[in-house]
């Protein structure tokens, strides 16, 4: 399927995949901080991240309000108007959280997003790469030597 454009070339064909079988006519995958990470069906530029925004808005005042009541899940999300839905949802992968919305149209169902949701969520997990492994970027007496230095420089040494 061409159309899909992704920043992180791993989500690329789990994203196509995805808008093939659910039918959906836009799809953006994102960190759940609104970074895109692959994009479909989206026209212009300011579309996408303007989508992004209120996707991770969205997907973090609903996991704060769950929190509230007491609920511990993932964030899902379907409204279905007369002429299209939009399907909103976090799930977790090796590098963290993130974050689906998909608009289809009648050609589809809620039913068949969800389903497909679960497939993307599979393909997203075993393709994405492991986390970089955090390196220590100072040394244990960076400190030590920044004040030390910063006092010889201030003539306090």
Request: glycine share 10%; net charge negative; aromatic share 8%.
């Amino acid at each position: 399927m061409t159309g899909v454009r992704a920043v992180e070339q791993w989500a690329e064909a789990p994203l196509a995949n995805f808008v093939r079988e659910s039918g959906a006519r836009l799809s953006l995958l994102t960190t759940t901080s609104g970074q895109v990470v692959a994009q479909y069906g989206f026209t212009r530029s300011i579309d996408v991240m303007a989508a992004a925004a209120l996707g991770a808005g969205v997907v973090a005042s609903t996991s704060l309000m769950t929190q509230m009541i007491g609920e511990v899940g993932y964030v899902k999300i379907n409204n279905r108007g007369p002429g299209q839905g939009i399907f909103l949802a976090e799930f977790d992968t090796p590098r963290g959280k993130y974050v689906i919305l998909a608009v289809y149209g009648s050609g589809s169902s809620a039913g068949l997003v969800q389903l497909f949701f679960e497939d993307l969520v599979e393909e997203i997990t075993s393709s994405c790469p492991a986390p970089e492994t955090r390196r220590v970027i100072l040394a244990e007496d960076f400190e030590r030597e920044l004040n030390d230095n910063l006092a010889a420089l201030f003539g306090r040494k």
